[in-house]
């Protein structure tokens, strides 16, 4: 069982930066995707980054490009999530997600693996 645990959230001001973590424990080996998702109040939850365990390429949406960048370190088995340029939109809960084959980076319920989330509030 695959188990992960995000951290780095938090209250910051528009134009600020934050790193978020996601340690993960457990057999990793039939990975194919990790990646990260947020949901904001009253919204449904959404892919904003993604990467391959497999080739190491990654995704990331539009809204995102340019400020948000994903990486991985394979000895820590830790995935992150830096965040530049922080908007008041950008604000909800994150999610590090991890899913097999079939995962993929815009779909929420095609990850098997979810950690309980980090908050993220961008606010003056």
């Known amino acids: 069982q695959l188990q992960l645990v995000e951290s780095g959230g938090g209250l910051v001001q528009p134009g600020g930066s934050l790193r978020l973590s996601c340690a993960l424990s457990g057999f990793t080996y039939d990975l194919y995707a990790i990646g990260w998702f947020r949901q904001a109040p009253g919204k449904g939850r959404e892919g904003v980054s993604c990467?391959?365990?497999?080739?190491?390429?990654?995704w990331l949406p539009e809204s995102v490009q340019g400020r948000f960048t994903i990486s991985r370190d394979i000895a820590k088995n830790a995935v992150y999530l830096q965040m530049i340029s922080l908007k008041p939109e950008d604000t909800g809960v994150y999610y590090c997600?991890?899913?097999?084959?079939?995962?993929?980076?815009?779909?929420?319920?095609?990850?098997?693996?979810w950690g309980k989330g980090t908050p993220v509030t961008v606010s003056s």
């Open positions: 990467l391959s365990t497999r080739d190491g390429s990654t």
């Open positions: 997600a991890a899913g097999g084959w079939q995962a993929m980076c815009d779909t929420p319920g095609s990850m098997d693996y």
